[in-house]
């Protein structure tokens, strides 16, 4: 259990599909991230928000839209999605001025 | 460009020590990080070192030359539970953009 609760674990969906993907986070932290990890690649940082504000602008297709409602719970939106999106979304945590980043177990998507 | 550098993956025997670099060169340097990631799992907090110099934890300790752009993970008396991927990420001048490694995975053989 680390404190950041994301739903649902798995996921497939075809390219016409509109899903989302819940994060949900119980640390009382500020900031929050979505982040896209593909195999034997650098985990890529998708979003970033810290007291619900969006703060970071990084080059992201449309076709993911987040969403941060509150401070503890995070969305990302997907629609039209295509294959080379496949990968495990993980959503992440931390005080808005903390050094320490806390994930949660992912997201497995697969697009067909 | 940043870009951070570590070896895909290593092999080392349980009981043994194991030494997993990690090299970077960024526009900017506020702290390294080190991650293990177990296989389908989420990556967790190993250690965090911003000034030069070792910081022990443990079996495992962390080492930084910011004059070199050079970090060490050191995990020593090795379990068959260290199998997994570890991540190094250095955090530029944002508190939130952390620029991460591919990982290396760590096999450890009986």
């Known amino acids: 259990e680390t404190g950041v609760t994301q739903t649902p674990r798995h996921l497939v969906m075809g390219m016409t599909n509109k899903k989302s993907l819940k994060c949900e986070q119980h640390?009382?932290?500020?900031?929050m991230y979505w982040y896209k990890q593909s195999a034997k690649k650098p985990l890529e940082l998708m979003f970033v928000?810290?007291?619900?504000?969006?703060?970071e602008n990084n080059s992201v297709p449309s076709r993911f839209s987040p969403e941060c409602p509150n401070s503890s719970h995070l969305f990302l939106h997907l629609h039209t999605l295509q294959p080379e999106d496949s990968a495990l979304y993980l959503c992440?945590?931390?005080?808005?001025?903390?050094?320490?980043?806390?994930f949660g177990e992912g997201s497995w998507l697969t697009v067909v | 460009g940043q870009n951070i550098d570590q070896p895909t993956e290593m092999t080392a025997t349980e009981g043994a020590i194991v030494q997993i670099n990690c090299t970077y060169q960024t526009s900017g340097f506020n702290g390294l990080f080190w991650y293990q990631q177990h296989a389908g799992e989420a990556p967790t907090f190993l250690s965090y070192n911003v000034l030069d110099g070792l910081e022990e934890k443990g079996r495992f300790s962390s080492f930084l030359s910011r004059s070199k752009g050079y970090s060490y993970l050191l995990l020593k008396e090795l379990q068959m539970k260290d199998s997994a991927s570890y991540l190094c990420a250095v955090r530029r001048d944002s508190n939130y953009q952390l620029i991460w490694g591919a990982g290396t995975k760590l096999i450890i053989k009986p």
């Open positions: 640390l009382g932290h500020n900031a």
């Open positions: 928000y810290s007291l619900e504000e969006r703060v």
């Open positions: 992440a945590s931390s005080q808005a001025s903390g050094n320490t980043i806390y």
